[in-house]
């Protein structure tokens, strides 16, 4: 099998992506990516999907983006928000040893702790050297921040997610933290706190989950 690095030429670095993992999926390489930080934000906000003010600037801009990588690279571009039916990202992310379920149920990356976020994915028509599984960051995690943080419970052991009480929070003014910068369960999270992401992309998140 071919080196998958050498594949990905140019580097999803240069549009400001990183891999967040890879698997094979029969004679397929499955590769995904997600924003590449520090710096993701400056570099969406400055773009045109961005600043035109029209809907789901985000999306465009990852499908310009990814589809521009996708045809270097000589694969296809495959994206979360394409559906029904819907391409399996969560079973993706979980078999590319990069990423497990957390204790609050969100997915947590091995880099990106519970920032991850999957912008796209591009099938690559080879079998390709896959990175090697990472180590899941909650088996060594003390005291697991992300079960206590939330201020009205709605993410916690059960792994049921209370999205009534966490929209209303967020809708409050005692939300104002969590609407601005990010949902603290998230924030709280050793790994995420490390990856260097923008509060304002996740305030921009935030007002897109209201």
Known sequence: ????????SPAPETAQLSLFGALHDGS????L???HEPGFWHVFSASPEYQ????????????????ALAAGWGGAAVFPSDGPPYAPFLSWALASGQAWQS???????????????Y??????????DLPPPAANPCETCEGHPCLTTCPVGALNSSQVYDVDACKAHISAPEGADCL???CLARRACPVSRSYGRDP????????AFL
């Open 33 to 35: 990516l997600g924003p």
């Open 52 to 67: 035109d003010g029209a809907p789901d600037p985000l999306d465009r801009w990852s499908k310009r983006v990814i589809g």
């Open 28 to 31: 397929e390489t499955i590769v």
């Open 200 to 207: 304002a992309q996740s305030g921009f998140h935030m007002r």
């Open 180 to 182: 601005a910068s990010g």
């Open 103 to 117: 204790p609050i149920g969100m997915l947590v990356h091995a880099r990106a702790g519970l920032m991850i976020s």
């Open 1 to 8: 099998m071919a080196a998958l690095l050498e594949a990905l």
């Open 119 to 128: 912008r796209g994915a591009v099938r690559l028509p080879a079998l390709h």
